[in-house]
């Protein structure tokens, strides 16, 4: 700021004049540099020179009666722009005098003789609230009394720091430097910063920049000019700047939670609650990953930094343990970031390991506590019916895995289906759990069985296998069902007791039975007999024909359904052989039918096939049997029955 005064004013003596008079051209034509030429005279007066908000007051310290020459300034000055408040200045440095003008603690002296006319001037600074001012002034002892005061002059340069209200951890920042005029000789040693140091300073005139590293405290950055640093255009230089404090980072503060729990720094404790003890797992195919929540709780940032969490083992041998996801860098105020750890193990035993957390809480880091893990071998079951395996809790029985044992003939019918156990763990399987094992239960047991687990029971050992017989014997007609439960001793493999629901359907069935010249055929029989007409006997090839005849049953207590051609021939020779005559459709209980086969062979040798007879029979649809027959290059007559007939072509 420049300032000038170039009027002039009489000072007279004490009472001369009844007010006082202002030394003051307004603002406007003070700040437009206007010169303004105007006699005023006064008594004793305060008289004031403003720009702005800026006001520099000059204050007659001693004016008598007699006028001696003892006419003394005092200097004050305020800014409300500044925020500064009105002070008197009276540490005032003289940069030049002339004449009779000398300093004193009250600021400028006039030293001549009043009225004398004698010319006096003078040009010093002072400092007023980080501003530096210079100032000159010329006065004179007039000869007809009073003093004439012109050519006030004010020049000031103040100096401004501008900084962010606060800086990460760790991380520079740019701060700039700016002054009331273009200035000359300002250099980074000119700056005064604690907590810090200062780099790069650049720029010219009235503007610069510079880089602030913070140091390692992390405490609050000071930045200020020092006084004296620069130059200005008027040869005046600097006062101090205000202090521009950079606040120190807020402080993030960790938690850590598992299970929603909150696991204290420094625990030494695992425990289920919170997730830190993984329990028991299986060597062989158990694998738990636990999800642990990092939370800030402060009011500043959290920085975690990557790769923040790490983990040191407690056990030998490869580890069993890994780190799969790594939490934010950063968590915000009131945020949250998470971490995950597996935990796989392929030995039995504890495994104790340690998590430890960096992060920059003053006083939680690194933030750590213990975790831990226990591999054990395992037994598992799993049952396959059929060769499908049976879930454990299976409640809806199938046909396609055994459970089902579909419709069986009540009142004497019985149906047996196997199942097998096998210990897929890697630990024994023991299932001498009770005398009875496995058990039937549920509403229709009693029409269901089980055999196989002799005494009590038997110990699988991995891999190893076992089996069961399950019968399904109907007292009465309807739906029944039941439920197999195998029990073990090893409440921690997770599947006792092993269950399923079985089920059939008690029914009044159809029962086929087949017999030849009297007597019966098996069904599925692989041999054949002269007794039953399966073996034909030998006739001579391409000229013997050979017929038997063949009777089917129903010795069931519903009507036997076969269908249209239920008959029919297969095998290496079916050739050979024809179907005669087709047996009924429909046979009613109790009732009977025949299907006629013709042997009728075209080459020599022995000739077999099976007869195939389909019917609604709930377990022996289609009822088959192997039939033979020979022959030869000589006539032969064929065994007799009453159902055979030996023919020569």
């Not at 400028?108 to 001012?133: E, K, L, M, W």
């Not at 290496?572 to 009728?600: E, L």
Request: include cysteine; glycine fraction near 10%.
């Amino acid at each position: 700021m420049v300032l000038r005064f170039m009027g002039w004013s009489r000072v007279k003596h004490p009472g001369s004049f009844a007010a006082l008079m202002l030394l003051l051209v307004s603002l406007v034509s003070v700040l437009a540099g206007t010169q303004q030429s105007q006699a005023q005279t006064f008594s004793c007066p305060d008289f004031t020179i403003s720009s702005g908000a800026k006001y520099i007051s000059f204050t007659p310290q001693s004016c008598n009666a007699s006028g001696a020459p003892n006419l003394s300034f005092r200097l004050t000055t305020f800014s409300t722009a500044l925020g500064m408040t009105q002070r008197h200045l009276n540490s005032i440095r003289t940069a030049s005098l002339s004449g009779p003008c000398t300093t004193n603690s009250l600021g400028v002296r006039y030293d001549g003789t009043p009225g004398s006319g004698v010319f006096c001037s003078g040009a010093f600074f002072f400092n007023a609230d980080n501003v530096r001012y210079s100032m000159s002034l010329d006065f004179t002892a007039l000869v007809g009394g009073g003093y004439d005061v012109r050519n006030i002059e004010l020049h000031s340069l103040f100096s401004t720091v501008t900084a962010p209200v606060s800086y990460a951890p760790a991380t520079p920042f740019t701060v700039s430097f700016d002054f009331e005029h273009a200035v000359t000789g300002f250099s980074s040693t000119d700056v005064s910063v604690t907590n810090g140091t200062i780099s790069g300073l650049s720029g010219s005139g009235s503007s610069y920049s510079a880089t602030i590293t913070p140091n390692s405290t992390n405490n609050t950055i000071a930045v200020q000019i020092q006084a004296n640093s620069v130059t200005d255009p008027f040869g005046g230089q600097n006062a101090k700047s205000a202090i521009k404090y950079v606040q120190a980072p807020m402080p993030g503060e960790i938690e850590v939670r598992g299970n929603g729990t909150v696991i204290v720094d420094g625990d030494t404790s695992p425990n289920s609650s919170d997730h830190t003890d993984f329990g028991n797992v299986d060597i062989g195919s158990g694998l738990v990953t636990r999800i642990y929540t990092i939370r800030n709780i402060g009011s500043g940032n959290l920085f975690l930094g990557p790769n923040a969490v790490t983990t040191v083992k407690n056990y030998a041998g490869i580890p069993v343990h890994r780190i799969t996801q790594q939490p934010a860098e950063t968590v915000p105020s009131g945020g949250s970031t998470q971490f995950a750890i597996r935990y796989d193990p392929f030995t039995a035993g504890a495994h104790n390991f340690s998590v430890s957390i960096k992060n920059d809480d003053p006083d939680e880091t690194p933030y750590n506590f213990a975790l831990r893990g226990t591999g054990v071998k395992t037994p598992r079951m799993d049952v396959l019916g059929n060769g499908v395996s049976i879930s454990n809790n299976d409640l809806s029985p199938q046909v396609a895995d055994g459970t089902d044992f579909e419709r069986v003939q009540f009142g004497g019918g019985s149906k047996n289906h196997t199942f097998t156990v096998t210990n897929t763990g890697t630990g024994s399987l023991d299932l001498r759990y009770s005398s009875q094992n496995p058990v039937i239960s549920g509403p229709n047991a009693s029409e269901f069985s089980v055999t196989g687990l002799s005494g009590t029971g038997r110990i699988l050992s991995p891999n190893e296998t076992t089996t069961i017989t399950a019968s399904f014997t109907p007292a009465s007609a309807g739906l029944k069902r039941a439920t197999i439960t195998f029990n073990s001793d090893f409440p921690t493999n997770g599947e006792t007791p092993y269950a399923f629901a079985i089920r059939g359907i008690g029914a009044n069935l159809s029962e086929i039975d087949v017999t030849g010249a009297g007597q019966g055929i098996p069904d599925g029989s692989a041999s054949v007999s002269v007794g039953n007409h399966t073996d034909f006997g030998s006739i001579a090839a391409a000229s013997g024909i050979v017929t038997r005849t063949f009777t089917i049953e129903n010795i069931g207590a519903a009507t036997l359904r076969l269908g249209a051609n239920a008959a029919s021939l297969s095998g290496a020779n079916s050739s050979d052989y024809s179907i005669i005559t087709q047996p009924s459709s429909i046979i009613a209980a109790g009732a009977s039918s025949t299907v006629v086969v013709q042997f009728d062979p075209s080459t020599v040798g022995t000739k077999a096939a099976t007869l195939n007879i389909n019917s609604d029979d709930a377990d022996e649809s289609p009822y088959d049997f192997a039939i033979a027959g020979t022959a030869t290059n000589t006539v032969a007559t064929a065994n007799a029955g009453p159902d055979a007939s030996v023919a020569s072509a």
